[in-house]
């Protein structure tokens, strides 16, 4: 059974603050890692993707992957209030397969 | 906005209707999908059509059937659902049905509540 792990939160972060959201996965021969945003209510909103070992940065977005590790995480600089919310991993397995984590609750303290 | 398009974003239906989730999205992708998103859950994929051919999610119930009239659309017909149907549903279309580099983006959603 192929399993994507997050803490399901809730995350407090001070405003200004750096938030780190981490998500591990179970299946070695995953290919491709993708961090959602989810406001209550709305769909899913990709914000970054990554492929390869190391970091990708998007502005105040910073994605890491490490494959030996099985981990990936997402960091968010300069936190702001409208970045409270539910931030969903997602693994494209071996198989083509999609398979979302549960969700971390992150919620940027004013 | 995004660019994929869902109608209608609401639709309230009892167990014996018949209706339809419509889903179209205009960026040239090749494969769409249907997930079904519980509150608090994240969204279970339940179809994936690319290249004519579709892929469904065994747990999915047969009164669930998609339709691809073409490359841009894909349809979700519904028919004697129950309760526990209720959920967002929501679609997504990647560039193409090799999702080791291609993410998925989403519509808005279709909230279904079955009476």
């Known amino acids: 059974q192929k399993e994507v792990e997050q803490n399901s939160g809730p995350l407090s972060v001070p405003e200004g603050a750096i938030a780190s959201l981490n998500c591990t996965y179970s299946?070695?021969?995953?290919?491709?890692f993708f961090w959602y945003r989810q406001y209550s209510g709305k769909s899913p909103e990709l914000i970054m993707f990554?492929?390869?070992?190391g970091d990708k940065e998007d502005g105040r977005f910073t994605a890491q992957l490490n494959k030996a590790s099985q981990y990936v995480s997402l960091l968010i600089r300069d936190s702001q209030p409208s970045d409270s919310a539910t931030y969903l991993c997602a693994v494209c397995s071996r198989d083509d397969k999609i398979i979302f984590g549960k969700g971390t609750r992150l919620h940027i303290l004013p | 906005d995004t660019e994929v398009t869902q109608t209608p974003k609401h639709l309230v239906m009892g167990m014996t209707n018949k209706k339809s989730l419509k889903c179209e999205q205009h960026?040239?992708?090749?494969?769409m999908y249907w997930y079904k998103q519980k509150a608090k859950k994240p969204p279970e994929l339940m179809f994936v059509y690319s290249y004519e051919k579709l892929s469904i999610n065994e747990s999915v119930p047969s009164r669930f059937s998609p339709e691809c009239p073409n490359s841009s659309l894909l349809n979700l017909h519904l028919h004697a659902l129950q309760p526990e149907d209720s959920a967002l549903y929501l679609c997504?279309?990647?560039?193409?049905?090799?999702?080791?580099?291609?993410?998925?983006?989403f519509g808005d959603g279709t909230r279904l509540s079955i009476l």
């Open positions: 960026m040239g992708h090749r494969a």
């Open positions: 997504a279309s990647s560039q193409d049905w090799d999702t080791a580099n291609q993410p998925q983006h």
């Open positions: 990554i492929y390869s070992n």
């Open positions: 299946d070695r021969g995953s290919q491709s």
